[in-house]
């Protein structure tokens, strides 16, 4: 089990993160917290630290609010006969 704890910008019920990726272009947007990437709380102090200065999602970014979470990972293995 890993379980990795930190702040993520949330939404609702959405949090910030990579809605699309292809190697050439990446898109951020709302998208479920499942995906989305846990900060550390001691860098991260306001929804604007969770990208760069400049970053044309800044408007968006700062309509969130930063909340303290917990993910649990937990692999479970069948072992085929």
């Not at 993160?17 to 001691?42: L, N, Q, R």
């Not at 970014?61 to 993910?71: A, E, S």
Request: aromatic fraction near 10%; glycine fraction near 8%.
């Amino acid at each position: 089990m890993i379980i990795k704890y930190g702040v993520m910008l949330m939404k609702g019920d959405k949090a910030w993160g990579v809605v699309y990726e292809d190697g050439h272009s990446t898109s951020y947007g709302w998208i479920i917290p499942e995906f989305a990437p846990i900060h550390d709380p001691e860098f991260c102090k306001r929804p604007e630290d969770v990208t760069y200065p400049g970053d044309r999602n800044l408007k968006e970014i700062k309509t969130g609010k930063l909340v303290h979470v917990k993910r649990t990972t937990t692999i479970q293995l069948t072992i085929m006969p």
